[in-house]
């Protein structure tokens, strides 16, 4: 049986993500800072799917957290054979006032933490028969951005290079390592929305978590594994739209 780590996955997209995961029969590992709802993912995987799922509390700007994340998961299901990096944080302040404290935070949790779980998980797949999987969640902000975003759009920047710079460092032990890039998912009141937050869309709907999480179930699977160091954009087609005003 597969299983499955999944940083940040106390809600939003981690939640769907390790959801999905255990609908499709996998072990899942739940890990986040929040233990709150780190157990609450859990509960709702055991409750309503009848799924196997354990919760690590790990804040991955600790190194030291990361290896007890990746030594649990091997102490309790044995193997290691996909991790979903997604935990991160946004920090939106002008130029002008973020200190370095601040801009180290969102670095080393969103980038480097990144990087210490895939190094971390890779040393147990390349045990595995079959190799692994890895998927890290950056963002169209790498491409696109707001003004007052430079700390988080650098990080999904550095994700995107990471990954096809890990695909190559990886391919002898037979890993996989994609990113994706979700434009405007709406992870809390998805009824609130406007009807011109969905048509600014080319597919006339924001996204939902449910559909990150499609996304890494197609890119874990052994199948696909011809596909590797991309980053697949699931925006709704934003990035491909011309923005006029008229």
């Not at 354990?54 to 649990?72: C, G, H």
């Not at 079959?130 to 994700?159: C, F, H, L, Q």
């Amino acid at each position: 049986m597969e299983t499955v780590i999944v940083t940040g996955a106390g809600n939003g997209i981690g939640r769907a993500v390790a959801m999905a995961y255990a609908e499709a029969g996998a072990q899942v590992v739940v890990a986040d800072v929040d233990e709150q709802a780190g157990r609450k993912t859990v509960k709702q995987i055991q409750t309503d799917l009848n799924g196997n799922a354990v919760f690590v509390q790990a804040d991955v700007r600790k190194p030291e957290d990361i290896v007890n994340l990746m030594d649990k998961a091997i102490n309790h299901f044995g193997h290691i054979h996909v991790l979903i990096n997604n935990a991160g944080v946004s920090r939106f302040t002008s130029i002008f006032d973020i200190t370095v404290d601040e801009w180290d935070d969102v670095i080393n949790t969103n980038l480097r933490g990144a990087f210490l779980c895939a190094r971390e998980a890779a040393k147990h797949m390349r045990t595995n028969k079959d190799g692994g999987s890895i998927v890290n969640i950056a963002s169209t902000r790498a491409s696109m951005s707001e003004a007052n975003s430079e700390a988080y759009a650098a990080t999904k920047g550095g994700i995107s290079s990471l990954t096809h710079a890990l695909a190559m460092s990886l391919q002898e032990e037979h890993i996989t390592v994609n990113a994706i890039s979700p434009g405007w998912i709406e992870t809390t009141n998805y009824d609130s929305l406007r009807e011109i937050d969905h048509d600014q869309h080319p597919s006339k709907r924001v996204g939902t978590p449910s559909d990150i999480a499609s996304a890494c179930l197609f890119l874990t699977d052994p199948k696909n594994n011809f596909i590797n160091g991309e980053n697949l954009v699931i925006d709704g087609g934003m990035t491909r739209k011309m923005m006029y005003e008229h």
